[in-house]
């Protein structure tokens, strides 16, 4: 199945609703910026400013149905924050907590895909951003 961008639309407008900044990063990104691949789930790179990350999670989780990899056990990273927007449709919103992350959010360019404008990340940001969510997801 490849992501919906109504998702992206209802998952927008939750962070927007909160004033939280976010980049699209991940599969999506890597798409904008000329290496397409079909992607099941999006990921963002959130700043969750002012908030804990258990407060953040307990936001979103209050909105949309959280989402566990049980694959995964006590390897899921607590600093992801994953739910199902709606039936198979997941984000994983990785929680920014270095300054180069900030600014890659902030570096973000909006991209306007099928009617919707998301901050993607910066081709240099998209790699240098790859392998921290990847060690994210590790644990």
Request: a positive charge; glycine letters at 6%.
């Amino acid at each position: 199945m490849i992501f919906q961008i109504r998702t992206l639309r209802k998952i927008i407008a939750f962070l927007n609703e909160y004033k939280i900044p976010f980049a699209v990063i991940g599969g999506i990104a890597n798409a904008e910026r000329g290496r397409m691949r079909a992607t099941e789930a999006a990921d963002l790179k959130v700043l969750i400013q002012g908030r804990t990350i258990s407060e953040f999670r307990n936001l979103a989780e209050s909105r949309f149905k959280p989402y566990r990899r049980p694959w995964l056990g006590k390897a899921e990273s607590g600093l992801i924050v994953s739910v199902e927007v709606e039936p198979g449709m997941v984000v994983d919103m990785l929680a920014a907590v270095f300054p180069y992350e900030e600014l890659a959010i902030r570096r973000a360019e909006i991209i306007i895909i099928d009617g919707v404008p998301l901050p993607i990340c910066t081709a240099e940001d998209l790699i240098i951003t790859k392998p921290s969510q990847t060690a994210a997801r590790i644990g």
